[in-house]
């Protein structure tokens, strides 16, 4: 009497698995959507060989939500996301030059204290600059350094972003200025004229 073959029992596609992993991220889910029609496909011909039609079946969705948020949602969010990020860095730029601008007026100011006019350029001042001010680099570049031999301390105006200048008074009755390049423009710090010293009043016989 012979005996019955033994039925092989139909083994998991490998497609369906891949199809469903595949699914879940973003960057290749389009070829978890392929392998997952090709899946389905092979499994509906070879019924007695190939079972997880229900993977494929879920691969198939899942990668097909994936693509339209690849494709239409992730770019609306960047197209938000990116502008704010530059904006958020461009401030963070600014501020850094803003500081370093302070920090020439004050170096001015110093100067006039102590030898009684204003300094004639950027030179006279640079040595009071705190160690750490000139060892920044401009934010704009990531070159120039905010000294006169490092290109980001300037007399006059400033032509390039991130730059400061020192602009001396052009008579008694003018104010310096320190200038500094940002974004969008510059901007100024205006100092203030020397106090006049009183002048005596004429006494009377």
Avoid: H
Wanted: glycine share 8%.
């Amino acid at each position: 009497m012979e005996q019955a073959a033994p039925v092989s029992k139909p083994k998991t596609s490998g497609m369906a698995i891949w199809s469903l992993i595949l699914s879940f991220i973003p960057i290749v889910c389009l070829a978890g959507l392929i392998l997952g029609i090709v899946s389905a496909i092979k499994i509906g011909k070879r019924k007695a060989e190939l079972k997880g039609r229900g993977l494929a079946i879920g691969g198939i969705v899942i990668s097909a939500l994936s693509t339209f948020a690849s494709c239409f949602i992730l770019p609306i969010i960047a197209a938000i996301a990116i502008p704010n990020f530059i904006s958020y860095s461009t401030k963070a730029k600014d501020a850094q030059v803003k500081v370093v601008a302070r920090s020439v007026q004050i170096a001015v100011e110093e100067y006039r204290v102590e030898k009684n006019d204003w300094p004639q350029s950027i030179r006279d001042i640079e040595a009071q600059l705190p160690l750490e001010t000139k060892q920044q680099k401009n934010p704009y570049n990531g070159k120039e350094t905010y000294t006169v031999a490092g290109g980001a301390l300037v007399d006059g105006e400033p032509s390039m972003p991130g730059q400061v200048g020192y602009v001396r008074p052009e008579g008694p009755d003018v104010p310096y200025e320190v200038v500094f390049y940002l974004k969008a423009g510059t901007e100024r710090l205006n100092g203030e004229l020397p106090e006049s010293p009183p002048q005596e009043e004429p006494q009377g016989d």
